[in-house]
């Protein structure tokens, strides 16, 4: 049994950590795709790993000050936070010559503040965001000061200045 939170904008990944193409997640990923999940598989696990890490800590920080996504929601100055924090640890791993990985992570670099803040009010008011993130956060709070820990290592290894990672760290 497989359960999955479908989002179309969101498909499964699957890949070989040494990043080669491989009959068996090519298997994998068919057989997602016939049941009608959308699936393709990577090169580069260990770059489209860390970038979705890059964002956990902002996120996790926000949630746990806020007490929940839709409350959070309702948080101009946290959003805030959470994306300020979110584009220091993409530049972290910029620096640190990781990739910034799939290719529309890199929009949060882009996308004027307000604009996103404006988009994250509504993506934090469905369920993807109570499933997919403020449950796995707050099931996992040990994972997320990991998580925070090793992009903050990343953040002082290459001298990225990170005053809203350091904010959202002291919420996990």
Known sequence: VVRYLWWKAMPLVFAELDGKPSARTAAIQD????????AHTISNVEAAQKT???????????????DGVQQLAHSPR??????A??????????????????????LVEWIPQPLLGFALRFFLNTRVAVVGGERHAMAAP????????????????????SPASSAMNHEI
């Open 31 to 38: 057989l997602f795709t016939q049941a009608g999940l959308p």
């Open 52 to 66: 979705h890490a890059a964002g956990l800590p902002g996120f996790a920080g926000a949630v746990y000050a806020a």
């Open 78 to 83: 946290l959003i805030r936070m959470f994306v």
């Open 85 to 106: 924090a979110y584009r220091e640890a993409l530049r972290g791993l910029r620096a640190d010559g990781t990739p910034i990985t799939p290719v529309s992570n890199r």
């Open 142 to 161: 040990d994972e997320m000061k990991e998580v925070a820990d090793e992009i903050q290592a990343i953040l002082d290894r290459t001298h990225t200045p």
